[in-house]
């Protein structure tokens, strides 16, 4: 199963009325045909699953895709640190395909909707 390269954008909310393309995230995640990320394929290349979070002017945080339990999801950037954890919104009910939408809560408690922008192979955003 091939890595993706994921890129999520601030979806339309308050003070966003058209979302946001300098707010979001890009990340990589084993996803299966349909759209799912694939837990057995997450554990075996998990060191490979990174995130980059990008917020307008603020400094980028970088860390990983973690698992918590069966089907939380988060994303992790200081490995022994919970307050910087983002979950998601049962990210494993949702397809991870263009144009789909998924929830992060994020550091300051926030839940916030995030558009999926792009889905790519990762062998194919290398090139």
């Given at each position: 199963m091939?890595?993706?390269?994921?890129?999520?954008?601030?979806?339309?909310?308050?003070?966003?009325?058209?979302?946001s393309?300098a707010h979001?995230?890009?990340?990589?995640?084993?996803?299966?045909?349909?759209?799912?990320?694939?837990a057995?394929?997450w554990?075996?290349?998990?060191?490979r699953?990174?995130?980059?979070?990008?917020?307008?002017?603020?400094?980028?945080?970088?860390?990983f895709?973690?698992?918590?339990?069966q089907?939380?999801?988060?994303?992790d950037?200081?490995?022994r640190?919970?307050?910087?954890?983002?979950?998601?919104?049962?990210?494993?009910?949702h397809?991870?395909?263009?144009?789909?939408?998924?929830?992060i809560?994020?550091h300051d408690g926030?839940?916030?909707?995030?558009?999926v922008?792009?889905?790519?192979?990762?062998?194919?955003?290398?090139?």
């Amino acid at each position: 199963m091939p890595l993706n390269r994921i890129r999520l954008e601030l979806a339309r909310m308050d003070g966003y009325p058209n979302g946001s393309s300098a707010h979001g995230y890009e990340f990589v995640a084993p996803l299966d045909a349909d759209g799912h990320i694939d837990a057995a394929e997450w554990q075996a290349q998990k060191d490979r699953c990174w995130v980059r979070r990008f917020w307008g002017l603020d400094p980028e945080e970088r860390g990983f895709l973690k698992r918590h339990g069966q089907h939380g999801w988060y994303f992790d950037y200081r490995k022994r640190a919970v307050e910087d954890d983002e979950p998601f919104f049962k990210l494993d009910k949702h397809h991870i395909v263009k144009d789909s939408y998924v929830s992060i809560t994020e550091h300051d408690g926030a839940q916030r909707p995030f558009k999926v922008v792009e889905t790519v192979p990762v062998a194919a955003a290398a090139a």
